[in-house]
């Protein structure tokens, strides 16, 4: 595992065009994407952001318009569509869906709509984020490429041989069969994209005490954590903050089942001796905040930092994004996950011992509350937290990934 500390922007080469695809249903995705391209920008290149409807009150993609980006249309997976099914149906709904990938990744669909735009377009490079085609349609277009995804999630393929070897019968069998089809149309052979991605740069935002080896994959870099902080008006019952009363953090980020976990744990919560701040994200409905006890406030989006730096706790579905905020500022905090990712989150935060995992079993709502009080009042989760934010340059990781890609962009990276 590469570990870069930064180099230096290539002053000297000519005005480069990075497309990315950043799997706009997803904030932590999105937010990476932006904080790099901001960057970029900065320095002379030309950016473009793609993905599929920057008008879905889901779309994260707003973020890089407001931004100033440019914005054009390409077909992506629709986790949109997957989490609201899962929010209403459970996890059941998840494990159908991943065997009917025709309903929210018609990979075909996909694979053709980024090959147009990227020969449109021209790039130099594009990037991804954890997008599932965009190194086969890089390859197809004959344009580099580059991803940006965790070390932990790349590890957890390459040393486990039950992940791995499900995620390729999957990616081989229902995934390939819609991709075959689009290769044909293309008047491509049948490409395995997995050797693809074993060979591109991947950018790993992730702290040097969490970056894992990778073994599979030929050019990991770790960069240093990408802390998005959303360009949101603090709310207006900040000024509460500054009393004794200790203050935990709730947020599950653009893809966690709030409304639920709300609901279910107003009770216990209630009981505690903690103030309560949730960020809803859009995810809660209006009767639960109505229904919500005297020691709850919320606000649809907040600048997080500003937050939790009055914060003792947070509790979180296990996203990525939500997690860095969280030991930037050097909170302890309970994970919530709901999916494979989270989960491996919450497995890490709980082994070097800034978390708490809880799982959605009987007695859900009791061992929250305990977990809660567990995280605010022994010290050690802190002690942890805050050795890791200082270990965290909130400014360095897009610096460091901006200057990687244009190592790649121009064949100037290191071997």
């Given at each position: ?106 990979v075909g669909k996909i694979l053709i709509s980024q090959v147009r735009l ?199 579905h296990g996203g990525n994004g939500t997690m860095y905020q969280g030991l ?85 990276h290191p071997e």
């Open positions: 595992m590469r570990w870069d500390k930064g180099a230096h922007s290539l002053n000297t080469v000519r005005a480069l065009k990075f497309l990315f695809f950043p799997l706009s249903w997803v904030l932590a995705h999105t937010s990476r994407c932006v904080e790099i391209g901001k960057v970029l920008r900065d320095r002379g290149h030309d950016v473009v952001f793609a993905g599929a409807d920057i008008d879905h009150p889901k779309s994260n993609l707003r973020l890089a318009r407001d931004e100033g980006f440019r914005i054009e249309q390409a077909d992506e997976p629709n986790i949109a569509y997957m989490m609201d099914r899962y929010n209403t149906f459970g996890a059941y709904s998840g494990t159908l869906d991943l065997s009917r990938p025709q309903r929210w990744a018609p990227i020969e449109r377009e021209s790039p130099d490079m594009i990037v991804g984020a954890q997008s599932m085609t965009v190194s086969l349609a890089a390859h197809i277009a004959n344009v580099k490429c580059a991803g940006i995804i965790n070390s932990y999630l790349l590890s957890t393929y390459a040393t486990n041989p039950i992940i791995r070897h499900y995620l390729i019968g999957l990616e081989r069998g229902q995934f390939g069969r819609l991709r075959k089809r689009a290769l044909n149309e293309l008047g491509q052979p049948n490409i395995d994209p997995l050797p693809l991605l074993k060979k591109m740069p991947l950018l790993c935002p992730d702290a040097p005490e969490l970056l894992r080896d990778a073994p599979f994959f030929d050019h990991v870099h770790g960069i240093g954590p990408i802390i998005f902080e959303h360009p949101a008006p603090l709310p207006d019952w900040m000024d509460e903050l500054e009393d004794e009363t200790p203050n935990v953090y709730i947020s599950m980020g653009s893809t966690g089942r709030l409304d639920l976990f709300l609901r279910k744990c107003y009770a216990p919560l209630s009981k505690l001796p903690y103030r309560f701040l949730v960020t809803t994200g859009g995810l809660v409905k209006e009767e639960t905040v109505r229904n919500a006890p005297p020691n709850f406030r919320f606000t649809k989006f907040a600048p997080g930092s500003q937050l939790l730096r009055h914060c003792r706790a947070m509790i979180f930037a500022n050097g909170v302890p905090m309970v994970a919530v996950p709901s999916h494979i990712e989270q989960g491996v989150n919450a497995r890490i935060g709980r082994k070097i011992g800034f978390a708490v995992r809880v799982r959605p079993w009987i007695g859900f709502a009791y061992r929250i509350a305990r977990a809660v009080e567990r995280v605010v009042e022994d010290p050690q989760y802190r002690n942890v937290a805050e050795r890791i934010a200082a270990t965290i340059d909130p400014d360095a990781g897009p610096i460091v990934g901006a200057d990687i890609l244009e190592q790649y962009a121009t064949d100037e």
